[in-house]
């Protein structure tokens, strides 16, 4: 269970922390290294001083998720992050349409990642219980928040007729996660793929324009066949001025 759900067309938070991201951060060599250092400073333990590492760090973490200003602040990621979607369907050179005069747009994944994890950060490190935990700690909680919001956005798998809402009018209809624009080690792993924008109408589209909106998603992703290594990365180059 992620951390964030999709509840009336938004990214929600849960209410509570789930272990399973804590778990694959402990698999990582900075995971097993963070815990080692905490383990260093513990007296014997009958089962390990790792072991009891491992527990003590998942119960601070959880205690300062629980806090006033963890929870506000971890309330607040989905919106950031579909707030970074929105800003980022103005970026110049991204792949586009229009249909009845509303554009589709596909939004790289590493590139809504990179301006997301600027926001998340700054925000979380607002909460004081977040911020006073050691580096790799606080970095493990900045970016699991940040990568459970968009799976929580993912797994509700949006489309146009079940879209995800976001700021000025813009929803989210769906998402692909293979198509590589830039080498995983600039995005970091996980972020491949791209988001299809849609600007909303005032009123429900018709059918045949639902139908219209579909149809142009498809041929946008069917056209990314044709872009070379080197023009998938200066799309996301220009892309990444945007303000």
């Given at each position: 269970m992620s951390w964030?759900?999709?509840?009336?067309?938004?990214?929600?938070?849960?209410?509570?922390?789930?272990?399973?991201?804590?778990?694959?951060?402990?698999?990582?060599?900075?995971?097993?290294?963070?815990?080692?250092?905490?383990?260093?400073g513990l007296g014997f333990r009958l089962f390990g001083r790792a072991r009891a590492a491992r527990s003590l760090v998942w119960k601070e973490i959880v205690a300062a998720s629980r806090t006033d200003e963890g929870r506000a602040a971890l309330k607040e990621v989905g919106d950031l992050y579909l707030r970074t979607l929105a800003l980022l369907a103005y970026a110049p050179g991204l792949p586009r349409a229009v249909v009845a005069l509303r554009r589709v747009i596909l939004v790289p994944r590493a590139l809504v990642a990179a301006?997301?994890?600027?926001?998340?950060?700054?925000?979380?490190?607002?909460?004081?219980?977040?911020?006073e935990r050691p580096g790799p700690q606080r970095d493990f909680i900045f970016e699991a928040a940040l990568a459970e919001a968009d799976a929580a956005a993912r797994a509700a798998r949006p489309s146009i007729?079940?879209?995800?809402?976001?700021?000025?009018?813009?929803?989210?209809?769906?998402?692909?996660?293979?198509?590589?624009?830039?080498?995983?080690?600039?995005?970091g792993a996980g972020w491949s793929g791209?988001?299809?924008?849609?600007?909303?109408?005032?009123?429900?589209?018709?059918?045949?324009?639902?139908?219209?909106?579909?149809?142009?998603?498809?041929?946008l992703q069917h056209a990314l066949d044709t872009l070379s290594r080197e023009r998938r990365q200066a799309v996301v180059q220009l892309a990444a001025t945007c303000p």
């Amino acid at each position: 269970m992620s951390w964030y759900k999709v509840s009336d067309g938004r990214v929600v938070y849960r209410g509570a922390l789930t272990r399973e991201p804590y778990g694959a951060w402990l698999a990582t060599r900075g995971g097993g290294q963070a815990i080692d250092a905490v383990a260093g400073g513990l007296g014997f333990r009958l089962f390990g001083r790792a072991r009891a590492a491992r527990s003590l760090v998942w119960k601070e973490i959880v205690a300062a998720s629980r806090t006033d200003e963890g929870r506000a602040a971890l309330k607040e990621v989905g919106d950031l992050y579909l707030r970074t979607l929105a800003l980022l369907a103005y970026a110049p050179g991204l792949p586009r349409a229009v249909v009845a005069l509303r554009r589709v747009i596909l939004v790289p994944r590493a590139l809504v990642a990179a301006r997301a994890r600027t926001a998340v950060t700054a925000r979380l490190a607002q909460c004081r219980a977040f911020a006073e935990r050691p580096g790799p700690q606080r970095d493990f909680i900045f970016e699991a928040a940040l990568a459970e919001a968009d799976a929580a956005a993912r797994a509700a798998r949006p489309s146009i007729d079940r879209p995800i809402r976001c700021p000025d009018g813009w929803v989210a209809i769906g998402a692909d996660t293979r198509f590589a624009w830039v080498d995983q080690f600039w995005s970091g792993a996980g972020w491949s793929g791209h988001w299809f924008l849609y600007e909303y109408p005032r009123e429900a589209p018709s059918r045949s324009d639902r139908k219209a909106v579909q149809k142009a998603a498809d041929e946008l992703q069917h056209a990314l066949d044709t872009l070379s290594r080197e023009r998938r990365q200066a799309v996301v180059q220009l892309a990444a001025t945007c303000p």
